[in-house]
């Protein structure tokens, strides 16, 4: 997921955040909009959901992050991965499906050791959807470390792009 | 529900020709201040040439220990083949110490005897005179063998060149997604052999102690498992399928269990497995990563990376008693231990000013020395005679291998043709 789209997503999310704000009535909807009552999206996203499934075929409909980044040896959530979550947490609990976490770090140091640092970051990602009421069961977390790097450069760059969680449809 | 994956597992025994198609070259960047002066003369051979360059290998061997220099073959003024042909003033005038030379017979069979000697050139003392038996398709380890012996004789160490490598490479292929590949190959690259091909991540490769099988960490099930290969037919048994992780595996030095990490209870500890009875047992217990586990000569301890002190140092834990023990204080990351076969010699990857060296300390005297000037490094193995280790680090953006002597003296890199090399694994002595 490049970073303009991970701007571009998080531009649309501040937006319909803003406008969920100014309905009244519009966070109730939205965790009716998934039930395929009326197929119509709710001020959660701005795209179209299809009738019955929130998410489409698409887990970033609406153009809602599905990648969540993090600083070099850490593991907490960024504020924009939060809001993020919180429209994935409605659509989770509105629809349950399987989620595959996938966490990575950057090539520095040892593998094993960032094994361990992947999934404590996917971690990170699955307590806060279960914080919001996500079913645990549907969560699945898996690490990959530094071997699925999604930039190769060995500069700042590009060490921050492989510090990520995705998340995808298992 | 489950998102089917697609990939392919081959499952090939590959022998290449040695040499002309190692994957790996040898890149030396410096060596001692005095390296010793050597020359092997070329072994006379009866009954047929050999496929290989005995006395050639035998320079090479030598010459990659850092130690030594060789005579170059278009120097030498003649080529003795036995104790009485030797005129050491044809060897003083090259400033040669030490000269090896020998002859070798060969039936038609294919067997091969050679006899070979060191003799000493100033003092123009004999110093080895030894015979070594092989076949047609052991040249190398007759070479490696006489190499052995040599160094052995003239530095006091036992010599590491009848040792192999398993290493882990990744190449890009024709539909852009990466290959993955198990390897093993003789220390000086040659002979090498293809164990695991995937579309998923390898990791982690290790040793029995008797040299016959592989352990290793493959995604091949969709995540990461740990899997055991013999050498000797390839065969492969799944060890663990736990979720979460289950990796950095380590056989322990009688053979009898491997001690790993897993995820399974909630975050990343060490357990033993028996091999026999296959039960688990938990070694730590503690909410931090405690990860890289490795064994003490003596088999009483495990060595591993913990960040249970707020970032990453290595611990010791006496697996009878429970004791655990800091080992490292130096800076704010250290990980990945590896002991030399000295017990004594703790070697790890060390973090200074952003920058990833291997480094060693000595668990007696304290003395901490970082070994490497390359700052991407990761991975480090030592040799099972203790003199040089092996790590992975970056060059231009591919991922090597480099070798530097355990008193960081002697440096070289290896190199693959294409893609990156990573994870080295040193066998045990297999002689």
Redesign the interface.
């Known amino acids: 997921m490049s970073l303009h789209a991970l701007k571009s997503g998080f531009f649309i999310v501040a937006m319909s955040m803003f406008l969920a704000a100014c309905s009244s009535t519009s966070t109730d909807d939205a965790a009716g909009a998934g039930m395929g009552a009326d197929g119509s999206g709710s001020g959660v996203g701005t795209g179209t959901a299809g009738a019955g499934d929130a998410y489409g075929s698409d887990l970033g409909a609406g153009g809602v992050a599905t990648v969540f980044y993090f600083d070099f040896?850490k593991s907490t959530l960024k504020d924009e991965a939060r809001a993020a979550l919180n429209t994935h947490a409605q659509r989770l609990r509105a629809n349950p499906?399987?989620i595959?976490l996938e966490g990575h770090g950057d090539?520095?140091?040892?593998?094993?050791?960032n094994?361990?640092?992947g999934?404590?970051r996917a971690n990170a990602v699955k307590e806060y959807l279960v914080l919001q009421g996500v079913s645990g069961e549907y969560l699945e977390?898996?690490?990959?470390?530094e071997?699925?790097p999604a930039a190769?450069?060995?500069d700042e760059g590009s060490w921050a792009l492989n510090r990520r969680v995705e998340m995808?449809?298992? | 529900m489950l998102k089917q994956r697609l990939f392919t597992l081959l499952f090939l025994w590959v022998f290449l020709a040695a040499g002309a198609q190692a994957e790996l070259t040898i890149e030396i960047t410096s060596g001692v201040d005095n390296p010793t002066v050597i020359a092997v003369s070329p072994v006379a051979m009866q009954g047929g040439m050999l496929a290989e360059d005995i006395s050639a290998i035998v320079a090479a061997d030598l010459q990659r220990s850092g130690l030594f220099t060789s005579v170059p073959r278009e120097n030498m003024l003649s080529f003795p083949r036995n104790q009485g042909e030797i005129y050491y003033r044809d060897w003083k005038v090259l400033g040669a110490q030490y000269l090896v030379f020998g002859s070798g017979e060969r039936d038609a069979a294919g067997q091969i005897k050679v006899t070979f000697g060191l003799a000493e050139v100033n003092s123009e003392k004999m110093v080895l005179n030894q015979v070594v038996n092989g076949t047609d398709a052991s040249v190398r380890d007759i070479a490696h063998y006489i190499s052995d012996k040599v160094y052995e004789a003239i530095t006091g160490v036992r010599g590491a060149f009848s040792t192999r490598l398993a290493y882990v490479t990744s190449v890009q292929g024709r539909d852009g997604r990466q290959i993955y590949r198990l390897l093993v190959s003789d220390a000086d690259g040659a002979r090498e052999r293809l164990m695991l091909e995937s579309s998923e991540p390898l990791m982690s490769p290790g040793w029995s102690p008797d040299g016959k099988e592989l352990v290793y960490v493959s995604f091949e099930t969709g995540r990461p498992a740990i899997f055991r290969q013999k050498l000797a037919d390839a065969s492969r048994q799944q060890v663990t399928n736990f979720t979460g992780l289950n990796g950095a595996p380590a056989w322990s030095p009688d053979g009898r269990k491997l001690a790993m990490v897993l995820s399974k209870d909630g975050n990343p500890e060490i357990y033993l497995h028996d091999l026999a009875s296959k039960q688990f047992t938990r070694l730590t217990n503690h909410f931090a990563i405690d990860t890289e586990p490795n064994w003490t000569p003596d088999g009483k301890s495990v060595i591993f990376t913990s960040d249970r002190g707020g970032s990453p140092q290595i611990y010791k834990l006496n697996i009878a008693t429970g004791g655990l023990e800091r080992l490292t204080f130096r800076g704010t990351y250290n990980a990945r231990p590896r002991l030399a076969p000295d017990g004594r010699t703790l070697v790890m990857v060390h973090r200074d000013k952003g920058q990833f060296h291997i480094a060693s300390q000595d668990l007696i005297t304290n003395d901490f020395r970082v070994l490497t000037g390359t700052y991407l490094d990761e991975s480090p193995t030592v040799a099972p005679n203790g003199a040089m280790l092996l790590y992975a680090t970056k060059r231009g953006g591919k991922g090597l291998l480099a070798a530097v002597s355990i008193d960081a003296g002697v440096r070289f890199f290896l190199p693959t043709r294409e893609g990156d090399v990573r994870e080295p694994a040193w066998s045990p002595f297999l002689n």
């Open positions: 040896d499906i399987y595959r090539e520095r140091g040892s593998r094993e050791y094994m361990a640092l999934e404590r977390v898996i690490s990959y470390g071997e699925r190769l450069g060995s995808t449809r298992r």
